[in-house]
Every structure is written in C-alpha cells, then in structure tokens.
C-alpha cells in the first residue's frame, strides 16, 4: 500500500499509509509535508517511513495489502 497511496491527514499532513497515519508518523523531510505541497514526481522518489508495525503489510496481513515480499 505504502509503495502506492499516499494518506491525507484531516489537516492536510500527508502520511505514506494508513497505519502511520494512525500512528503519527509523517512523509518524511524533504519530502513534501502537505497536501497543499503535493508533487507527484517527488513523492514517487520518497524513501517510505518504516517501522515494527510495517511487517503486518510484508507478511500479507496487513490492511489492503495485496501480497508479501518475496
């Protein structure tokens, strides 16, 4: 999900899933921080904000997670 959608916080902050938007754990600077700051092509090239909670998505458990690293 992370590698393909970005969440949108009520306020605008932009997260890189759901679960870190739960979490409080935004895109990462530099990266745009807004929906106000949106890029496309930036936030394509992002390195994605990791954390214990992620390994739910890599083992296939996660919230819409389409499938698990192999």
């Known amino acids: 999900m992370c590698r393909t959608l ?9 997260y890189d899933c759901d679960f870190n938007q739960m979490m409080d754990i935004p895109v990462a600077p530099p990266y745009p921080q807004t929906i106000d700051t949106f890029d496309y092509q930036t936030l394509a090239q992002r ?10 998505c890599t083992a296939g458990c996660g919230s ?3 499938g698990t690293l192999t």
């Open 6 to 14: 970005i969440s949108v916080g009520w306020d605008g902050r932009l």
């Open 47 to 56: 390195h994605i904000v990791t954390d214990q909670h992620c390994y739910g």
């Open 64 to 66: 819409s997670c389409g």
